[in-house]
């Protein structure tokens, strides 16, 4: 039987602690509390980085373009975050074949995560507040185990766990500086660094803060973000930015005239939005611009997916967003024009392959200033 207990977590700090921080989410992998049903199942192998954005290893990616102009190997531009898990036992089983995994273990120790930050998120004055729970380990024989556990930036440690027996979460702070934190490419890693070969421990979250208030910007914008970039519509986004204090700032489409300063907002786009920060300051008048991309496909299956070739059929089936009538929805190999067979949002259609195929679903939804495309396979 496993015991499992929660303990609050004595945390060790790299620098001193901001008295009056002001976080904001960098990102975050998981919901809080919901154990690993999100994740993958770890692969119980270890692979040398840079790993991959489309397959089941050690790294994880958000999304940003990973290019390194001096080796024609580096993973390049990656458009989307890397799903949680996909493929088959994509239904919360933990079986997918892409994604992060739920567990560090004795023969797979490291998790990688892999992110973009940019020049301003990377401020010598800016904080950092790294944050999880550690949870649900085991071993080869009863009980929660011993397991070790060191957290990284870049290779620098920012702590080290030793003796876990008990659920454990985690918090640090620490500086740009701690870390050699970059403007492009940096990597969190969760490692099991101990404890025996036949255990492992879960991950019910990881998630990463940035505290910008002690930054000094003298220029019209030093930062515009947004926490997420790919959501459902109506689904709300928090767009944070940096601009010098005496700036006059705005956001369009709405908000509008907006505080200047370290600062943010929260909008809720129906369709892909591009939101304009605009901010003059002495005259000068700078923009940038963040797209904030809306799905259109919620889901895109074929069940079942295994066939005797030649002699059984199987349904590919669709769940689009119900709330518009405009959307336009194809299947390639041949199966064409869907939008008629799609009502209430969902649609099915019968097929009988005779080879091993992949089918693609592409849905437009038509906007201004642009379509909203969202493509699927099976």
């Known amino acids: 039987m496993k015991h499992t207990h929660t303990l609050a977590m004595l945390i060790t700090a790299l620098g001193t602690l901001s008295a009056q921080a002001q976080f904001r989410d960098l990102w975050q992998l998981g919901e809080i509390g919901n154990g690993q049903n999100e994740f993958s199942q770890e692969n119980f192998g270890s692979n040398p980085p840079p790993g991959s954005p489309t397959a089941k290893d050690d790294d994880y990616y958000f999304a940003g373009d990973y290019t390194d102009p001096d080796n024609p190997d580096s993973i390049g531009l990656v458009t989307e975050n890397e799903p949680l898990q996909a493929g088959?036992?994509?239904?919360?089983?933990?079986?997918?074949?892409?994604?992060?995994?739920?567990?560090?273990?004795?023969?797979?120790?490291?998790?990688?995560?892999?992110?973009?930050?940019?020049?301003?998120?990377?401020?010598?004055?800016?904080?950092y507040?790294?944050?999880?729970?550690?949870?649900?380990?085991?071993?080869?024989?009863?009980?929660?185990?011993?397991?070790?556990?060191?957290?990284?930036?870049?290779?620098?440690?920012?702590?080290?766990?030793?003796?876990?027996?008990?659920?454990?979460?985690?918090?640090?702070?620490?500086?740009p500086g701690d870390v050699n934190a970059t403007a492009g490419e940096n990597i969190v890693t969760v490692s099991r660094t101990g404890g025996g070969t036949t255990g492992w421990i879960g991950i019910d979250y990881v998630r990463l803060e940035i505290d910008e208030s002690n930054i000094a910007c003298t220029d019209p914008i030093c930062n515009f973000s947004a926490d997420?970039?790919?959501?459902?519509?109506?689904?709300?986004?928090?767009?944070?930015?940096?601009?010098?204090?005496?700036?006059?700032?705005?956001?369009?489409?709405?908000?509008?005239?907006?505080?200047?300063?370290?600062?943010?907002?929260?909008?809720?786009?129906?369709?892909?939005?591009?939101?304009?920060?605009?901010?003059?300051?002495n005259g000068v008048t700078e923009t940038r611009d963040i797209t904030i991309q809306v799905r259109v496909l919620e889901?895109?299956?074929?069940?079942?997916?295994?066939?005797?070739?030649?002699?059984?059929?199987?349904?590919?089936?669709?769940?689009?967003?119900?709330?518009?009538?405009?959307?336009?929805?194809?299947?390639?190999?041949?199966?064409?024009?869907?939008?008629?067979?799609?009502?209430?949002?969902?649609?099915?259609?019968?097929?009988?392959p005779t080879e091993t195929t992949t089918y693609t679903i592409t849905v437009t939804r038509?906007?201004?200033?642009?379509?909203?495309?969202?493509?699927?396979?099976?």
């Open 88 to 127: 088959p036992g994509g239904d919360n089983s933990g079986a997918g074949t892409i994604g992060f995994e739920r567990a560090v273990t004795g023969t797979d120790p490291n998790n990688r995560i892999h992110f973009i930050l940019d020049a301003a998120e990377v401020d010598p004055d800016a904080r």
């Open 228 to 281: 997420n970039m790919i959501v459902s519509p109506n689904e709300e986004v928090v767009l944070s930015w940096l601009t010098s204090a005496a700036a006059e700032v705005s956001i369009t489409p709405e908000p509008g005239p907006v505080d200047a300063g370290n600062a943010n907002t929260s909008v809720s786009p129906d369709v892909t939005t591009t939101y304009t920060l605009s901010s003059t300051l």
């Open 129 to 175: 507040r790294l944050t999880t729970e550690l949870r649900d380990g085991g071993f080869s024989g009863d009980g929660f185990g011993n397991h070790d556990v060191s957290i990284s930036f870049n290779d620098n440690e920012v702590i080290n766990i030793p003796g876990i027996e008990v659920n454990t979460p985690v918090e640090v702070e620490f500086a």
């Open 366 to 378: 038509p906007n201004t200033p642009m379509d909203d495309v969202d493509t699927a396979s099976v």
């Open 299 to 352: 889901e895109f299956n074929a069940d079942p997916i295994d066939l005797n070739l030649g002699n059984q059929t199987t349904f590919l089936t669709w769940i689009v967003d119900d709330n518009r009538d405009d959307l336009m929805i194809e299947i390639d190999q041949g199966l064409g024009d869907q939008t008629a067979n799609t009502e209430f949002g969902e649609g099915e259609v019968e097929i009988s």
